[in-house]
């Protein structure tokens, strides 16, 4: 009998473990695109009105607050192909390391002067080797250009938290295995809009958020 | 005369010279503008250079990374890499072509504002003036480029103006501006040349224009300062003004129409002295061109006048010569034929006078010989008294004939004459002379030979020359008579034996009276051969002794054919 009751507790109890990781769904209202985009459709980041945005749009959710220093992490890549970065917004965990390996014929000369990241990686072709690669260890959000190819352009978003997901499309998101706590929420939109929300996380509790 | 010729020549001449003068200065003007416009396409070129480099500068992805995203801190130094190479380089400064380079003297960027942004390592971007820098801000930043100009200081004395390029640099995100690039260039090294032509600067109400002293500066400042004033863009024509003495054509355009900077004025200065002096050469050289073709067209007029006034006054003179001549070639005529008349009249009026009282002697001698109570040498006597009066008569006729003759009176009928006739009838005659010749007589002489004459004139001449040749022959002598065609005429020879006249006198012997040395018992008395000679003559012929040597006397007498014998050639 008690054998039973310790299986169905344990049972239980693992089921609502299981539950214990709080899930936050939601949908954040991406920008219609009102203007039609400035940069040619070969290129994924859009500016209107001077804000960029990735397009298709989509948005990064993402929870902020502290967490702790990952123990590794894994390296990223930003490749350039056909005159583009493959990626237009790359969002990543503060200290990640991307690679930007070079698949053109012509050389590329990747460079930002973001102030989250200032870099140059130099004139290189697709022969280089090791493959130019930088470490982002600042938040913020960070502009590739290329120096030669003046309209290549991409994001990185360097988040301080290991809880971030693209949304798709259509503003669709769902952040699972969070900690329990209060934090914000915050979804990036594009360059100039992050709106964020309070939410308070009870372990196993499935939250909805939707933005705005 | 002259006056008028001297008048209209210097009417002409002014007329040239005013057309030469205009002419002349529009070529002056045409030459002016076109160096104006050399200047002007040359430095358009090179202007449209510099706006090009300075449209690629601001193209760099750099430049714009600094700008739009957030790494101003960035603009310059990224700049320095870029337009580095533009600044001017010391030591380009002293090659040739140095003053056609297109290298800047300072470079700088405007904020969205329109103000400076602040260059951190001055001498990398080109030292400038604070106030000078503050000329650079834009109220709002420009679409387009723009062209401006800055008078700043610099090591000539005058300071120097600088060609400002302002470019700006639009959002790769929002095509809107969001800075500006401003170089400033130097002005360009282009010289006027030629003309003498000073070209500067007109720029906040002042003119840069080191080549001219500064009266020169102030007044030609001033006329432009009215003229664009007057609210004109360029002067169309020059603006004469008076400087140093000479005058002057000032020009001037407006260098950066629609620019958003303040207005600059190019100002071009022309001396016409030169073309005064060429003007006034040319006028000098119209004017001695002038006078010296009006000196030669007197001249040659002159010349040629008197080359003609020569002959015409020879001509004047002789004809009065000949008037005179002519005159008095007329009083002789007319006295000469007066005096002929006379004569003419004379010999036949004393003819006709000597006639009546021959005729009466003639009367009284016949009558006389009619008596029969005269005695034998009476007679005799008588007898040759009668015959002299024949003589007479004979005289008379011939001399009334000459008469008539020499006044040119008698017009002889001619009509076919039988010569052989009238030749035997005067042989004939002959035989019915007192012959104690006993002389042999030939004739040669076909029949029916017709001459063109007068019947009792041929018969005279023939008679005459027979005569003679019976009068003067030798005893036992031969008379031959002949005809002969020759040259269309006829010709008939009468020769005897005869005592041979000397040549000296073969001439005289046709004149009247004259009898040579034959004495008087040989009757005659010396008209004959001169009435044969002129009746022959009236007849279209010609009376001649051919001959006359110690045995044969001849006399040809030539007629005219009654019917035109051909000529045998």
Same mark, same amino acid.
């Given at each position: 009998m008690n054998v039973l009751r310790t299986v169905a507790i344990f049972l239980a109890a693992s089921c609502l473990s299981a539950l214990a990781d709080t899930v936050i769904e939601g949908r954040v209202e991406l920008p219609k695109s009102r203007h039609s985009p400035i940069a040619s459709k070969r290129y994924e980041i859009v500016s209107k009105g001077g804000v960029l945005a990735p397009y298709p749009a989509f948005a990064v959710v993402y929870l902020d607050g502290n967490f702790a220093k990952p123990a590794s992490l894994p390296v990223l890549q930003i490749v350039q192909k056909n005159l583009t970065f493959d990626t237009a917004l790359l969002p990543l965990r503060t200290g990640t390391k991307v690679e930007f390996p070079n698949f053109d014929d012509t050389a590329h000369n990747i460079f930002s002067f973001s102030p989250a990241k200032r870099f140059d990686l130099g004139r290189y072709t697709s022969a280089e080797r090791p493959i130019p690669s930088q470490t982002f260890d600042k938040p913020g959000l960070v502009t590739l250009r290329c120096d030669i190819h003046e309209h290549m352009r991409a994001l990185v978003l360097v988040l301080d938290t290991p809880h971030f997901v693209r949304t798709d499309n259509d503003g669709r998101f769902r952040l699972t295995g969070l900690p329990s706590g209060s934090y914000k929420l915050k979804a990036w939109i594009d360059s100039k809009t992050t709106i964020e929300r309070a939410v308070e996380l009870k372990p196993g509790a499935a939250l909805r958020v939707d933005f705005p | 005369m002259v006056v008028v010729v001297v008048a209209i020549t210097i009417g002409g001449l002014t007329i040239a010279e005013r057309t030469v003068s205009g002419e002349a200065r529009r070529a002056f003007q045409s030459a002016f503008e076109s160096e104006l416009a050399l200047l002007r396409a040359v430095r358009g070129i090179r202007h449209a250079s510099l706006e090009e480099r300075c449209r690629a500068l601001v193209r760099k992805p750099r430049i714009h990374a600094a700008l739009e995203d957030n790494a101003l801190d960035m603009l310059y130094p990224s700049a320095g890499d870029e337009l580095g190479d533009v600044l001017a380089d010391r030591s380009t400064a002293g090659q040739p072509f140095a003053r056609h380079s297109i290298h800047a003297k300072f470079y700088r960027f405007l904020d969205p504002e329109g103000a400076v942004i602040p260059a951190g390592k001055v001498a990398a971007v080109g030292a400038m003036e604070p106030d000078e820098e503050k000329q650079l801000t834009a109220s709002k930043l420009p679409h387009e480029q723009q062209t401006g100009y800055l008078w700043r200081k610099s090591d000539a004395p005058d300071g120097e103006v600088v060609e400002l390029i302002s470019t700006p640099i639009l959002s790769s995100e929002t095509g809107e501006p969001i800075s500006a690039l401003i170089a400033g260039f130097p002005p360009s090294g282009e010289k006027a040349g030629g003309t003498g032509m000073e070209s500067g600067i007109w720029l906040g109400e002042r003119l840069h224009m080191p080549a001219l002293a500064g009266t020169a500066r102030a007044a030609i400042g001033a006329v432009v300062s009215r003229a664009i004033s007057g609210s004109t863009e360029a002067a169309a024509e020059g603006i004469p003004v008076r400087v140093g003495g000479t005058e002057h054509f000032v020009f001037f355009e407006r260098l950066n129409p629609?620019?958003?900077?303040?207005?600059?004025?190019?100002?071009?200065?022309?001396?016409?002295?030169?073309?005064?002096?060429?003007?006034?050469?040319?006028?000098?050289?119209?004017?001695?061109?002038?006078?010296?073709?009006?000196?030669?067209?007197?001249?040659?007029?002159?010349?040629?006048?008197?080359?003609?006034?020569?002959?015409?006054?020879?001509?004047?003179?002789?004809?009065?010569?000949?008037?005179?001549?002519?005159?008095?070639?007329?009083?002789?005529?007319?006295?000469?034929?007066?005096?002929?008349?006379?004569?003419?009249?004379?010999?036949?009026?004393?003819?006709?006078?000597?006639?009546?009282?021959?005729?009466?002697?003639?009367?009284?001698?016949?009558?006389?010989?009619?008596?029969? *109570? @005269?005695?034998?040498?009476?007679?005799?006597?008588? $007898? #040759? /008294?009668?015959?002299?009066?024949? +003589?007479? %008569?004979?005289? !008379?006729?011939?001399?009334?004939?000459?008469?008539?003759?020499?006044?040119?009176?008698?017009?002889?009928?001619?009509?076919?004459?039988?010569?052989?006739?009238?030749?035997?009838?005067?042989?004939?005659?002959?035989?019915?002379?007192?012959?104690?010749? *006993? @002389?042999?007589?030939?004739?040669?002489?076909?029949? $029916? #030979? /017709?001459?063109?004459?007068?019947? +009792?004139? %041929?018969?005279? !001449?023939?008679?005459?020359?027979?005569?003679?040749?019976?009068?003067?022959?030798?005893?036992?002598?031969?008379?031959?008579?002949?005809?002969?065609e020759e040259n269309g005429m006829v010709v008939l020879t009468v020769g005897n034996h005869a005592h041979p006249i000397p040549p000296a006198s073969w001439e005289h012997i046709f004149e009247r009276f004259h009898r040579a040395a034959v004495g008087e018992n040989v009757p005659g008395h010396g008209l004959g051969l001169n009435v044969a000679r002129e009746l022959t003559r009236l007849h279209g012929g010609e009376l001649r002794l051919v001959r006359s040597d110690e045995e044969w006397t001849e006399f040809e007498a030539t007629f005219r054919p009654a019917n035109p014998i051909p000529v045998v050639a």
């Open positions: - | 629609g620019s958003l900077f303040p207005p600059a004025y190019e100002v071009g200065v022309y001396p016409l002295a030169g073309m005064h002096a060429r003007l006034l050469r040319l006028r000098w050289q119209a004017s001695g061109v002038g006078l010296l073709l009006l000196g030669l067209g007197i001249a040659a007029s002159s010349y040629i006048s008197a080359r003609l006034a020569k002959p015409v006054r020879e001509l004047a003179e002789v004809s009065e010569e000949n008037r005179v001549l002519r005159v008095r070639a007329e009083g002789a005529l007319e006295f000469t034929s007066n005096e002929l008349e006379r004569t003419a009249r004379f010999s036949a009026d004393a003819s006709h006078q000597l006639k009546t009282p021959v005729t009466v002697l003639r009367a009284g001698l016949d009558e006389l010989l009619a008596r029969n *109570d @005269l005695p034998m040498s009476a007679r005799d006597e008588l $007898g #040759l /008294l009668v015959h002299q009066t024949y +003589r007479i %008569t004979s005289i !008379i006729q011939d001399l009334l004939l000459l008469a008539r003759l020499d006044s040119g009176r008698v017009q002889p009928e001619l009509v076919p004459v039988d010569l052989t006739h009238v030749v035997d009838t005067c042989v004939d005659d002959l035989h019915l002379l007192n012959d104690s010749m *006993d @002389l042999e007589v030939e004739l040669d002489v076909p029949s $029916g #030979l /017709l001459i063109s004459g007068e019947k +009792r004139y %041929t018969m005279l !001449i023939v008679q005459n020359l027979v005569e003679n040749a019976h009068k003067y022959n030798l005893p036992n002598g031969h008379i031959r008579i002949a005809t002969r």
